[in-house]
Nanobody, 115 residues
Framework: QVQLVESGGGLVQAGGSLRLSCAASSSISSISSLGWYRQSPGRERELVATITTGSAIRSYGNGIKGRFTISTNNAENTVYLQMNNLKVEDTAVYFC????????WGQGTQVTVSS
């Protein structure tokens, strides 16, 4: 059974930091990339960051680069998102995504940034 287990969301003040983690079950084969998207009320789901498993090519959404850093532990099929200098507008549900032969989504973890 495929599982993506997310952790690390929560409430933080503006300017603070959080680290999200997403562990993918070993049953997912041929993983090509892992990453994070987010969605806030009334808005479409948007890219936060992705990273490829082979060459570790990173891609970041608008307004993200320089504040957030994506990394992986390929041996454990885990992807991390270090979020620094958080802003109120970063408040959203953050979803882990893993692309292999199929695409898998996590259940989402809430990140709330207060002013």
């Amino acid at each position: 059974q495929v599982q993506l287990v997310e952790s690390g969301g929560g409430l933080v003040q503006a300017g603070g930091s959080l680290r999200l983690s997403c562990a993918a079950s070993s049953s997912i084969s041929s993983i090509s990339s892992l990453g994070w998207y987010r969605q806030s009320p009334g808005r479409e789901r948007e890219l936060v960051a992705t990273i490829t498993t082979g060459s570790a090519i990173r891609s970041y959404g608008n307004g993200i680069k320089g504040r957030f850093t994506i990394s992986t532990n390929n041996a454990e099929n885990t992807v991390y998102l270090q979020m620094n200098n958080l802003k109120v507008e970063d408040t959203a549900v953050y979803f882990c995504i893993v692309r292999g032969r199929k695409t898998y989504w996590g259940q989402g973890t809430q990140v709330t940034v207060s002013s």
